[in-house]
């Protein structure tokens, strides 16, 4: 029986199922994949080595921000079928096991550090029981899977591997694991496919494509959709520099092309470009793993993404100095948004924080404003000045800078608050304000992709 919870996200009342799940790994993807499997009705232990976080998650607290995740969460530890602990042998009698731990960029290296992966391999091989399926959901190097099964056959030549790797979207991640747009398993037996079969089984009732792969092209679905992601975005920022060399518009542009179906409308919004803890160092793995393969032309267009996406960022500096001037000891600029992305606290390899950083070494008086991002931020750049108060951010400033495109930055009155500004400047790094609205207002507008200097209306 079809059920929800408060926030709206699909779950399984009163089912009985009979798989035990345990889910290694209790971050961003674990933490998500852990409460939304218990919301289908599996009994769940979530495994972690950090007793700091699994004592946060065990009261239903969750130690980062993820919209609706955080009353998932404390309505599947009330029914007991989800716990959390450090011990691996608290996995013993689970028949299936998620590997949901981070790959990070490697130090001094574009490749993936597997030092998480291989450890939770080499944990819950020796205590999974014989028959149990291990599942990998990791986004790792082509190859690796191949590699832990037979280091997995060398320790428990009962148990198996799959890989499943995981598309969700930070702020999206909920609704992403109980309504997919696909489901991906790389196996190697039909019985692993039976297996992950029965644990989506209410998910593939709902119509969810099932695509059935082998092991190293499971790996490879997750860093060549990221790839095409960020080639996308990357080709609209490059076509940005373009119209702000002919005098264009790529906001204008975006909108043409975008009604092509062979090209779509999403991810054609140009800005600063992308940052976060997954296409960053995911296509810059997969460039380091083309190299181990011998396939380095193949991937050599990669690196010009990435160089465009950086370059993003050093244009909106630019435009700073294009506004106040070279010398920008002393000015006071707010920033809005220190969050790489809207509806995540998530700034690695943010943007919006690499550019309020490159400002601040320059001289200028920086302030940064984020609604959920404030304490990471601060944590990773205590040198900053930071504020929760969006007033006390915009205080005295002689130009503001929107760099993450939360709501409550679209939805401001630029009539509102020009008293609280020296100079009302302001440039969108999203091209996600209402023009029209800013300039009406009297405000001076810039915006990546745009004519330099936009009159006001009327």
Same mark, same amino acid.
């Given at each position: 029986?079809?059920?929800?919870?408060?926030?709206?996200?699909?779950?399984?009342?009163?089912? !009985?199922?009979?798989?035990?799940?345990?889910?290694?790994?209790?971050?961003?993807?674990?933490?998500?994949?852990?409460?939304?499997?218990?919301?289908?009705?599996?009994?769940?232990?979530?495994?972690?080595?950090?007793?700091?976080?699994?004592?946060?998650?065990?009261?239903?607290?969750?130690?980062?921000?993820?919209?609706?995740?955080?009353?998932?969460?404390?309505?599947?530890?009330?029914?007991?079928?989800?716990?959390?602990?450090?011990?691996?042998?608290?996995?013993?009698?689970?028949?299936?096991?998620?590997?949901?731990?981070?790959?990070?960029?490697?130090?001094?290296?574009?490749?993936?550090?597997?030092?998480?992966?291989?450890?939770?391999?080499?944990?819950?091989?020796?205590?999974?029981?014989?028959?149990?399926?291990?599942?990998?959901?990791?986004?790792?190097?082509?190859?690796?899977?191949?590699?832990?099964?037979?280091?997995?056959?060398?320790? !428990?030549?009962?148990?198996?591997?799959?890989?499943?790797?995981?598309?969700?979207?930070?702020?999206?991640?909920?609704?992403?694991?109980?309504?997919?747009?696909?489901?991906?398993?790389?196996?190697?037996?039909?019985?692993?496919?039976?297996?992950?079969?029965?644990?989506?089984?209410?998910?593939?009732?709902?119509?969810?494509?099932?695509?059935?792969?082998?092991?190293?092209?499971?790996?490879?679905?997750?860093?060549?959709? !990221?790839?095409?992601?960020?080639?996308?975005?990357?080709?609209?920022?490059?076509?940005?520099?373009?119209?702000?060399?002919?005098?264009?518009?790529?906001?204008?542009?975006?909108?043409?092309?975008?009604?092509?179906?062979?090209?779509?409308?999403?991810?054609?919004?140009?800005?600063?470009?992308?940052?976060?803890?997954?296409?960053?160092?995911?296509?810059?793995?997969?460039?380091?793993?083309?190299?181990?393969?011998?396939?380095?032309?193949?991937?050599?267009?990669?690196?010009?993404?990435?160089?465009?996406?950086?370059?993003?960022?050093?244009?909106?500096?630019?435009?700073?100095?294009?506004?106040?001037?070279?010398?920008?000891?002393?000015?006071?600029?707010?920033?809005?948004?220190?969050?790489?992305?809207?509806?995540?606290?998530?700034?690695?390899?943010?943007?919006?924080?690499?550019?309020?950083?490159?400002?601040?070494?320059?001289?200028?008086?920086?302030?940064?404003?984020?609604?959920?991002?404030?304490?990471?931020?601060?944590?990773?750049?205590?040198?900053?000045?930071?504020?929760?108060?969006?007033?006390?951010?915009?205080?005295?400033?002689?130009?503001?800078?929107?760099?993450?495109?939360?709501?409550?930055?679209?939805?401001?009155?630029?009539?509102?608050?020009?008293?609280?500004?020296?100079?009302?400047?302001?440039?969108?790094?999203?091209?996600?304000?209402?023009?029209?609205?800013?300039?009406?207002?009297?405000?001076?507008?810039?915006?990546?992709?745009?004519?330099?200097?936009?009159?006001?209306?009327?």
């Amino acid at each position: 029986m079809w059920g929800s919870t408060s926030e709206g996200h699909l779950v399984v009342a009163n089912s !009985n199922k009979r798989l035990r799940l345990s889910v290694i790994g209790t971050g961003y993807l674990g933490a998500t994949h852990a409460a939304a499997m218990s919301s289908l009705g599996f009994e769940v232990v979530g495994i972690d080595l950090d007793k700091e976080k699994i004592s946060l998650l065990s009261q239903g607290r969750v130690p980062f921000f993820e919209p609706g995740l955080d009353q998932l969460l404390s309505d599947e530890i009330a029914t007991g079928r989800l716990t959390f602990t450090d011990d691996f042998a608290a996995a013993s009698e689970c028949d299936v096991h998620f590997i949901c731990v981070g790959t990070p960029q490697a130090k001094n290296s574009l490749a993936a550090d597997m030092t998480f992966v291989n450890g939770a391999l080499a944990a819950i091989a020796p205590v999974a029981k014989s028959g149990s399926l291990i599942v990998g959901k990791s986004t790792v190097p082509v190859g690796t899977a191949a590699r832990l099964a037979e280091e997995l056959a060398s320790i !428990n030549a009962g148990a198996e591997l799959a890989w499943n790797p995981e598309f969700l979207r930070e702020g999206f991640a909920v609704e992403d694991t109980l309504r997919p747009n696909r489901l991906v398993v790389g196996v190697t037996s039909d019985r692993a496919e039976e297996i992950l079969r029965e644990v989506y089984a209410d998910l593939l009732a709902l119509d969810i494509p099932w695509i059935r792969a082998d092991l190293p092209t499971a790996e490879l679905v997750k860093v060549a959709a !990221n790839s095409f992601l960020a080639t996308k975005i990357s080709f609209i920022n490059a076509m940005a520099e373009i119209c702000e060399a002919a005098d264009g518009d790529v906001t204008v542009l975006a909108k043409a092309i975008g009604f092509d179906p062979r090209i779509g409308n999403r991810f054609l919004q140009a800005g600063i470009g992308f940052g976060g803890g997954c296409l960053p160092k995911d296509i810059r793995a997969f460039m380091a793993r083309a190299d181990e393969l011998g396939a380095r032309q193949a991937l050599e267009f990669l690196r010009e993404i990435d160089s465009i996406n950086l370059r993003a960022r050093t244009r909106m500096i630019e435009l700073v100095r294009a506004d106040l001037g070279d010398d920008l000891k002393g000015r006071k600029i707010a920033i809005l948004g220190a969050a790489f992305k809207p509806e995540s606290d998530d700034v690695r390899d943010s943007p919006a924080l690499d550019i309020a950083v490159q400002l601040h070494g320059a001289g200028a008086d920086v302030r940064i404003h984020d609604p959920k991002a404030t304490e990471n931020a601060k944590r990773r750049f205590p040198a900053l000045d930071f504020t929760t108060d969006l007033g006390e951010c915009l205080k005295g400033s002689e130009l503001i800078l929107h760099l993450t495109e939360w709501r409550e930055y679209r939805e401001i009155d630029p009539s509102a608050i020009a008293h609280l500004v020296a100079k009302k400047n302001i440039i969108d790094g999203r091209n996600a304000l209402d023009r029209a609205k800013w300039i009406k207002a009297g405000w001076h507008l810039r915006a990546l992709g745009v004519a330099p200097v936009l009159k006001a209306i009327g």
